[in-house]
């Protein structure tokens, strides 16, 4: 039976203006038939035969694309693309889900952030490497354009994604920028999602999952402390994510581990961190009580390790899995 109190909640999205500022990129999922990979007249190397493409916007992206499913007023990204087809795709892409892409900063000479995942037409597996377009260069920084429109947006979701020595859009003037809001206009939730760097980051909600914070822990502090970590950053709210095992949420009162749903037999668990971190922020916002938001995260995670790729979850889906 749904809860009145989670119903009442999502209703609540609707009155939210999102903004996805970071890493995005494009998702190709491309279908491959291995009975149509003869060697190249030319080289004799043989090739990869894609029959059928599918894109879909990826890291940033995918979030913005749950926090549209969700019902958002309005959700708007902030990224970088190249001045190309692989750009223009994803502008497309971002476009189609209702995502405002009037803020992506095109940049020539700069290939579009894009991951193309080999798919076995027969078997529907991932079973080739990816073949990945990743930046080369330092992006253009965009934390002045965050500063001036960051007053316009409720939730503030960072995608810090870019595993690169240069990093990507979330360069340490971002983090700078976004630490200043933080401080300055608390009724924003900022909520950021970082791979490589969450130790750098100061006075906002982190979410990792639990590899990230333990190497994040033990890099900072040469050991696993989360409770050390959430303060050395400064974060109001520290949310470890596990998996089939719910969510860890750590602020000023101590862990408290949020259960999630049981999944039997997960059909891809590829974006659910995204889909937790979308549902949760826009939970945040509406409640401010982490405990609740990460339940409503865990709710929307559990919809979409059941659709395969990177799926979204819709209100009407979490209020069928709240039972």
Same mark, same amino acid.
């Given at each position: ?6 119903? *009442? ?94 803020l992506l900063a095109r940049a020539p000479g700069l290939a579009t952030f894009t991951y193309t995942k080999l798919i ?78 969450? *130790? ?30 959430? *303060? ?56 401010r009580d982490p405990i609740t938001a990460a339940r409503i995260g865990n709710l929307a995670a559990s919809i979409t ?19």
């Open positions: 039976m749904e809860s009145p109190e989670v119903k *009442e909640i999502l209703d609540q999205f609707k009155t939210l203006r999102a903004l996805v500022v970071g890493d995005l990129c494009l998702d190709r999922w491309c279908r491959y038939d291995s009975a149509l990979s003869d060697p190249s007249r030319e080289t004799g190397i043989p090739r990869v035969a894609v029959v059928a493409t599918e894109i879909t916007p990826g890291a940033g992206g995918t979030v913005a694309s749950n926090l549209a499913a969700l019902g958002a007023a309005r959700v708007d990204v902030l990224g970088v693309i190249g001045d190309d087809g692989f750009g223009l795709e994803l502008h497309r892409a971002l476009e189609a889900r209702r995502i405002g892409a009037e076995n037409a027969q078997t529907g597996r991932e079973d080739l490497p990816r073949v990945d377009f990743v930046y080369g260069a330092p992006v253009p920084d965009l934390s002045a354009t965050l500063e001036r429109i960051a007053l316009n947006y409720d939730v503030i979701l960072v995608a810090d994604q870019a595993e690169t020595a240069d990093a990507g859009v979330i360069t340490p003037t971002m983090r700078q920028t976004l630490a200043q809001i933080a401080a300055t206009q608390p009724e924003i939730v900022i909520w950021v999602d970082s791979r490589v760097r969450a *130790e750098h980051f100061r006075g906002v909600v982190l979410k990792t999952n639990r590899f990230e914070a333990v190497a994040a822990s033990r890099r900072v502090l040469g050991r696993i402390d989360f409770l050390r970590l959430r *303060e050395h950053t400064a974060s109001p709210l520290l949310v470890v994510t596990r998996g089939a095992v719910g969510a860890m949420i750590i602020d000023a009162r101590g862990p408290t581990l949020v259960s999630a749903r049981r999944i039997a037999n997960p059909i891809d668990i590829c974006g659910a961190g995204d889909s937790f971190s979308a549902a949760a922020a826009l939970a945040l916002r509406v409640t390790v059941m659709k395969p790729g990177t799926g979204t979850a819709t209100p009407a889906e979490i209020l069928a899995a709240d039972c």
